[in-house]
């Protein structure tokens, strides 16, 4: 059986969320929308699929690679602009004489998460936001090899790390390898993905935290979506690039001051004399 899933492109409305990835392989809970669509494909009997892109579409093809992992057979497809559904079944379904999936799993539009489909992801930062956290309660599937529920609504990876003396507020999610330092609070509606260092006494609330992102000592990161440097507050739709690598960095960047301290050391850094809040009205 066979399926075909359609990528979205860039959008407008969530422009930045675009910047390092494809919006289809952007991650979102520790996966993404292709692997949620892959493994709904799989759930539903498919054992092929092709993957159609007019964004990036090596980045994706890498990413999928021949669709093993997920127990099918993939091919990613360039195209020079983005399909609607119709459009992809009569170019590519009409003429094909192998089995295909029944309407309307054999060709997918991926602008959402699965079993939502009133929640369309890319109209704006805070549908992207608000479809996370919805979709929040159905992440911890038999398949996440190591998650665990600390608490009512918390739950947290492989390999992360916790200070006894952070709070964590329901809902939370947070991803494997993470860092959460002495007095950080984090929660309510906080997503924190792979490998993200949050320091001590940092506050993340209403927040998205992306993958190997650096939140600094002291800073106060609420209703918004944070992605390396780049500050997002989906709330007022406004979008900073935060020059203090001390405040807000990617630790992608090896060479970074940041990223060389932690290498060594995951001990606290110098304490300030004052905290820090992106505020969203004025960009400062």
Known sequence: MKSLLICPSERQGVAALAEQHPLAILPLLGKTLVDYW???LVEHGAKEAVVLSDDRAPQIAAYVEDGARWGLKVAVQHEVTERTVDEA???YKVADNTPWLGAPDDVI???RLPPTPDRPLFTSYAAWFAAGIDWLPH???????GIRVIKLGVWAGLHTRIAPTAELHAP???GDNVYIGDGAIVGPNVIVEERAFIEPRAIVRDSHIGPNTFIGAHADVEHSIALGS???????DSV??????FLLCSLDQPQGAVARLLKTSVAKQPEREWTWKFNAKTGL
């Open 109 to 111: 539009f991926m602008d």
């Open 240 to 245: 900073l690039k935060v020059p203090d690598e």
């Open 89 to 91: 079944r009569n170019r």
């Open 38 to 40: 892959l493994e709904h």
């Open 172 to 174: 939370c999610w947070i």
């Open 230 to 236: 780049t500050l997002i507050n989906w709330k007022y």
């Open 139 to 145: 992440a911890a599937t038999p398949d996440r090899v």
